[in-house]
């Protein structure tokens, strides 16, 4: 034998395992230092099986459980979790840089629901652009509130001869079917090219507001808008209150 203990075989102990006479802390684990001689260590933070997104140790702000959540389908780029909202049992979570159907970068925003029995989080759907292009950004902005979402495009080429003018695509859960629908897609009224309205979008109730930070308004260049709109709930369709 080349070293002073050395093993052909299995090993099997009932005791401790103690490199350099530490013993570790709960919930590390045995590392290489790259020479030959092991180490306790806490896990390093590792990245989600679909490719998007990395958790680290969450630990430090006393959090003791959680569940990581990826894109269905992922892949480099994504950018899945640029933003985020919850909302009772739901979550949203957009992915600005998503490439789906066919187009790039035309993003997307996931929903996921908690199972009450299990306390799993779970994908419900992958909702879309209802007339994706390419660097749409759909996506880059989200929110949730009860049964409705909302979520901002803001390179959204919406109206003739626009370009990056944006939208925001309001989203309802059918409560029989439990299906998220498309409800209506929002643009600027006074929409120029260039107003990336949708850049940042809430939601609340009958109410929803959009923003749009490149709108030239009262002869200023890029100083910015929000357009408040609210469900008619006789129609229910959303119309705007004022910029």
């Known amino acids: 034998p080349s070293e002073k203990f050395d093993i052909s075989g299995n090993i099997k102990t009932n005791g401790e395992i ?5 013993a570790g802390q709960t919930n590390q684990v045995l590392t290489s230092n790259g020479n030959g001689t092991m180490q306790w260590a806490s896990p390093a933070s590792s990245e989600e099986s679909s490719g998007s997104g990395t958790w ?4 430090v702000n006393s ?17 899945f979790g640029e933003s985020v909202s919850i909302s009772g049992d739901y979550a949203i979570a957009g992915a ?19 199972n009450a029995s299990l306390g799993i989080w779970e994908s419900q759907v992958k909702l879309i652009n209802p007339n994706a292009a390419n660097l749409d950004n759909f996506g880059n902005s989200v929110c949730i509130s009860g049964d409705y979402a909302i979520v901002g495009a803001y390179q959204d080429d919406e109206g003739a001869g626009l370009d990056n003018n944006g939208s925001a695509t309001i989203f309802k859960r059918n409560t029989t079917t439990g299906v998220w629908e498309s409800q209506i897609k929002l643009v600027d009224p006074y929409a120029a090219s260039g107003d990336f309205f949708g850049y940042s979008v809430s939601i609340s109730g009958d109410y929803a507001i959009v923003g749009a930070y490149q709108d030239d308004e009262g002869g ?7 357009t ?16």
């Not at 103690?18 to 530490?22: T, V």
């Not at 998503?98 to 629901?113: H, P």
């Not at 200023?220 to 929000?226: E, R």
């Not at 609210?230 to 705007?240: A, D, L, P, Q």
């Open 228 to 243: 408040i709109f609210k469900r008619n709930t006789t129609t229910g369709v959303w119309e705007s209150q004022g910029k």
């Open 56 to 59: 680290g140790d969450c630990g």
């Open 18 to 22: 103690k490199p350099n006479g530490i």
């Open 63 to 79: 959090i003791t459980a959680y569940q990581p959540v990826g894109n269905s389908n992922g892949t480099y780029n994504d950018e």
């Open 96 to 114: 600005g840089d998503d490439s789906e159907n066919g187009f790039l970068y035309t993003g997307s925003a996931t929903i996921f629901k908690r």
């Open 220 to 226: 200023f260049s890029d100083n910015g808008s929000a």
